[in-house]
């Protein structure tokens, strides 16, 4: 399913939309800080490698096989991820990066909203991932929220998470960060 370019909602209180060309300085500012972008592939601190970047990625969008969001709260913006590797029924979700100084449950607020559009608006039926081996606090949320472990290198922990296993622990996960589903 193609999502309209002009993508834009409202969930849990964040506001959701595609990533635009207007994003690229906030997305690098999060990408190049060593603390926040400390378990993603590294990003070079060049707005006009980022600019590049970003029309190329519309490009992808267009042709369904990556989407990029930006999470609004209170009409600042407060995170990225997107979904990419769209190969029939899967995908990845990943490149998840938050603004330092949240209260807790924002950024896993937009975990479930990306798993939502994931299965339930791209009605993609399994989310193929990895994070880094030592990003503990996500491993366990993502165990959490159903994802399974399918083996481990060096460097990545690589996992599965289905459709059904999302739904079956998203309102244990939203009751888990304080949010009554």
């Known amino acids: 399913m193609k999502l309209s370019n002009?993508?834009?909602?409202?969930?849990?209180?964040?506001?959701?939309?595609?990533?635009?060309?207007?994003?690229?300085?906030?997305i690098l500012n999060l990408r190049s800080n060593p603390k926040l972008g400390k378990y993603l592939s590294s990003t070079p601190n060049d707005i006009e490698k980022q600019i590049q970047w970003i029309k190329n990625y519309k490009i992808r969008e267009k042709q369904e096989k990556?989407?990029?969001?930006?999470?609004?709260?209170?009409?600042?913006?407060?995170?990225?991820?997107?979904?990419?590797?769209?190969?029939?029924?899967?995908?990845?979700?990943?490149?998840?990066?938050?603004?330092?100084?949240?209260s807790f449950e924002i950024p896993l607020l937009?975990?479930?909203?990306?798993?939502?559009?994931?299965?339930?608006?791209?009605?993609?039926?399994?989310?193929?991932?990895?994070?880094?081996?030592?990003?503990?606090?996500?491993?366990?949320?993502?165990?959490?929220?159903?994802?399974?472990?399918?083996?481990e290198n060096d460097l990545d922990v690589y996992h599965y998470l289905t459709k059904n296993d999302f739904l079956e622990n998203k309102k244990k996960f939203l009751n888990y960060i304080g949010i009554n589903y």
């Open 66 to 102: 990556d989407y990029y969001f930006i999470y609004l709260h209170e009409g600042n913006k407060i995170g990225v991820n997107r979904i990419y590797n769209i190969n029939g029924k899967t995908a990845t979700s990943g490149s998840w990066i938050c603004s330092p100084n949240l």
């Open 6 to 26: 002009y993508l834009s909602f409202k969930h849990y209180n964040l506001e959701v939309r595609l990533v635009e060309q207007v994003d690229c300085e906030y």
């Open 110 to 151: 937009t975990v479930v909203i990306i798993r939502e559009i994931f299965f339930e608006i791209l009605e993609l039926e399994i989310d193929l991932f990895d994070t880094r081996k030592n990003n503990y606090k996500v491993i366990k949320m993502h165990k959490l929220l159903g994802a399974h472990k399918i083996h």
